[in-house]
Nanobody, 120 residues
Framework: QVQLVESGGGLVQPGGSLRLSCAAS????????MGWYRQAPGDQRELVAG???????NYADSVKGRFTISRDNAKNTVYLQMNSLKPEDTAVYYC??????????????WGQGTLVTVSS
């Protein structure tokens, strides 16, 4: 009913920048909280950053001051600007959204993930 499609991942050198995007489509009445998670090999999936519909944000301590989450409610899209990237930021990044569907049903959705590799 709802699809989240991420883009923007890739290979970048330490200290470089990437911008991830996640566009939602489908039977969407309203998107509530959106977020970015990541999972490195052998690790659990962790929250990187979240943003409410009103624009309030929260970040993992490891990315504060380097990453910025933002969203465009008109486009049902969330972004993650990643600066000063470190090798330890290497992971698959997943988009997540809490969605109210037409008909009043609430549900949570994940994107398919996009790989970010930070390496020289």
């Amino acid at each position: 009913q709802v699809q989240l499609v991420e883009s923007g991942g890739g290979l970048v050198q330490p200290g470089g920048s990437l911008r991830l995007s996640c566009a939602a489509s489908g039977n969407i009445y309203r998107i509530n909280t959106m977020g970015w998670y990541r999972q490195a090999p052998g690790d659990q999936r962790e929250l990187v950053a979240g943003i409410t519909r009103g624009g309030s944000t929260n970040y993992a301590d490891s990315v504060k001051g380097r990453f910025t989450i933002s969203r465009d409610n008109a486009k049902n899209t969330v972004y993650l600007q990643m600066n000063s990237l470190k090798p330890e930021d290497t992971a698959v990044y997943y988009c997540n959204a809490d969605v109210t569907l037409y008909g009043g049903v609430f549900d949570n959705y994940w994107g398919q993930g996009t790989l970010v590799t930070v390496s020289s």
